[in-house]
């Protein structure tokens, strides 16, 4: 049996770890032992940035924000459905994400950092788009776990009511947000009732073909008309 090898690990002020983990050619990142992301399982990664970005295929130079870049799954796609003039800000709070992406993950997804069309922000991404107004063609946003795992009593939650208006605020006019989520969350959903969006909630299967459980991504947008269309 192939042992699972920590490559690299970083300790936070609150005493939480983060690990960077490798066995047999696949990855997981994890958060006190938990893992939060796995190599293998990409497939809701890659259709969170096929759901967000897919008004924007044909167009000349678009803008899109990408919070949270974990292994790169997202970014690379993104950059696979957009134009040689299009420019992709990644949002990662975690300095440590970021160099793993480039020291060890970079061969899983064609080295997307390297791209030129990619500005890597160290920073909170609610931070990138409270100060943003009306400049992005497309929000993609993966977090934690979603939704849920923010404390819904935070008033400054991205979640909150107060971060979509943030969000409709930071994007150009009747364009889209994804959002990624290990579950489902009827609250999150009536949060965007309340601010009068329009979204879709899509199930996507964490790996292709595979049996894990599936995760969720809404797309949302002030204009129903600009929404992914419905799947069976």
Same mark, same amino acid.
């Given at each position: 049996m192939k042992p699972t090898i920590q490559l690299d690990s970083a300790t936070f002020p609150d005493g939480?770890?983060?690990?960077?983990?490798?066995?047999?050619?696949?990855?997981?990142?994890?958060?006190?032992?938990?893992?939060?992301?796995?190599?293998?399982?990409n497939e809701s990664e890659l259709e969170l940035a096929r759901l967000g970005?897919?008004?924007?295929?044909?167009?000349?130079?678009?803008? @899109?924000?990408?919070?949270?870049?974990? +292994? &790169?799954?997202?970014?690379?796609?993104? =950059?696979?459905?957009l134009g040689k003039h299009a420019k992709v800000v990644v949002a990662e709070l975690r300095p440590?994400? @970021?160099?793993?992406?480039?020291?060890? +993950? &970079?061969?899983?997804?064609?080295?997307? =950092?390297?791209?030129?069309?990619?500005?890597?922000q160290n920073a909170d991404v609610f931070d990138v788009i409270r100060q943003a107004?009306?400049?992005?063609?497309?929000?993609?946003?993966?977090?934690?776990?979603?939704p849920d795992a923010k404390a819904p009593d935070r008033n400054d939650s991205l979640y909150s009511r107060r971060g979509l208006r943030a969000c409709i605020n930071a994007l150009l006019d009747g364009e889209c947000l994804a959002v990624w989520s290990a579950d489902g969350d009827a609250r999150f959903e009536k949060r965007m009732r309340n601010e009068k969006l329009h979204f879709r909630r899509f199930s996507v299967r964490a790996h292709k073909g595979g049996r894990a459980r599936c995760r969720t991504v809404w797309v949302a947008s002030t204009k129903s008309s600009n929404l992914p269309p419905r799947r069976d």
């Open positions: 939480s770890e983060l690990a960077l983990l490798t066995h047999d050619g696949d990855f997981t990142i994890t958060l006190d032992g938990e893992a939060l992301m796995m190599s293998r399982q970005c897919a008004r924007l295929t044909r167009r000349k130079d678009p803008t @899109v924000l990408i919070g949270g870049l974990g +292994l &790169g799954y997202t970014l690379r796609q993104t =950059l696979d459905l440590e994400i @970021v160099q793993w992406n480039r020291e060890y +993950l &970079g061969e899983l997804t064609g080295h997307p =950092l390297r791209d030129l069309r990619v500005t890597v107004d009306h400049v992005y063609d497309a929000i993609l946003l993966d977090l934690d776990n979603g």
